[in-house]
């Protein structure tokens, strides 16, 4: 009898994590590097994704590379911010992510007056 529960628990299990598996695929990538005018990478800025129907929002840092990643974006509509001290804010308004997708920005700041 125990050997049924075992069992009957982990194809449980996996019809639980299934659809969430499946869900996880289809989430979008994004890559977001920093440069300055120079096309050097900008580590340490905060890079800022927000998610324009529902709102939510995605924060990271770049690292020394001037890149920083997110993983797992809901397909739609969203607006990219970086920030960084000594440069000016710079925004994207609508980058349209889809299903699958893995985009990449490049974005150049410029130095603040």
């Known amino acids: 009898m125990s050997r049924f529960k075992f069992c009957s628990s982990g194809v449980s299990l996996c019809l639980i994590l299934t659809p969430a598996l ?7 990538r994004l890559a977001v590097t920093v440069l300055d005018p120079s096309d050097a ?5 905060k890079v800022t994704v927000v998610e324009k129907g529902r709102g ?20 739609g509509s969203y607006r990219v911010e970086v920030e960084k001290t000594g440069f000016e804010k710079y925004t994207v308004e609508d980058l349209q992510l889809h299903a699958r997708d893995f985009q990449s920005l490049r974005l150049q700041v410029r130095v603040a007056a």
């Open 22 to 28: 499946m869900l996880a695929q289809e989430g979008a």
């Open 41 to 45: 990478a900008v580590p340490g800025a």
């Open 56 to 75: 939510a929002t995605h924060a990271g840092e770049t690292e020394v590379t001037g890149t920083t990643y997110f993983n797992a974006l809901n397909p």
